[in-house]
């Protein structure tokens, strides 16, 4: 913010100084006085060489783009994470150790976690341990942290073997 203040004041002097020579230099002539109407021309001639190199230095500091932290790969992960993070629909992990973790925001809300369910429910483990869960889900009974009662969730599974050891996923 100093810079742009300090450039702005600067440039409004500038300008300032090429009006006052500009209204000075005809009567400064007309009376005879052609040394200080010299004088003038070349104090006019420094404000707009001044003015255009202000503007330069600000055209080239806008040009000028510093290289991004973020690698392209990491910020489609960023974008998918964010984009997962906000889907409505509870979704969870397990990892290769075998622990459940909550994938988004609806999960962690639904289980009162930031990351790994610490006590998954039993209805939910018993879900997940049988064999007869397949892709088309199968309907569970879960009590609703945020409505404090019980809701019916359809239970699919997804497997995988993604980055990070990541098993299935479940929604």
């Not at 974008?79 to 290769?96: E, F, K, M, Q, T």
């Amino acid at each position: 913010m100093g810079f742009k203040l300090h450039t702005a004041s600067a440039t409004l002097l500038r300008l300032t100084g090429l009006v006052a020579v500009c209204l000075l230099l005809t009567p400064v002539w007309q009376r005879g006085l052609y040394a200080t109407a010299s004088l003038l021309v070349c104090v006019g001639a420094g404000c707009i060489v001044s003015l255009v190199a202000t503007q330069v230095d600000l055209a080239r500091r806008m040009q000028r783009s510093e290289p991004s932290v973020v690698t392209p790969t990491d910020r489609e992960k960023l974008r998918n994470r964010a984009l997962l993070d906000h889907a409505p629909v509870p979704l969870l992990y397990r990892s290769v150790d075998g622990t459940l973790h909550a994938a988004n925001r609806a999960a962690r809300r639904l289980f009162k976690t930031e990351d790994r369910l610490i006590n998954p429910p039993a209805e939910l483990l018993a879900a997940l341990h049988d064999k007869r869960v397949s892709s088309e889900g199968r309907m569970i009974r879960l009590h609703s942290s945020a409505e404090s009662r019980l809701r019916m969730y359809a239970l699919s599974v997804g497997q995988g073997a993604g980055v990070g050891g990541l098993l299935s996923i479940w929604h």
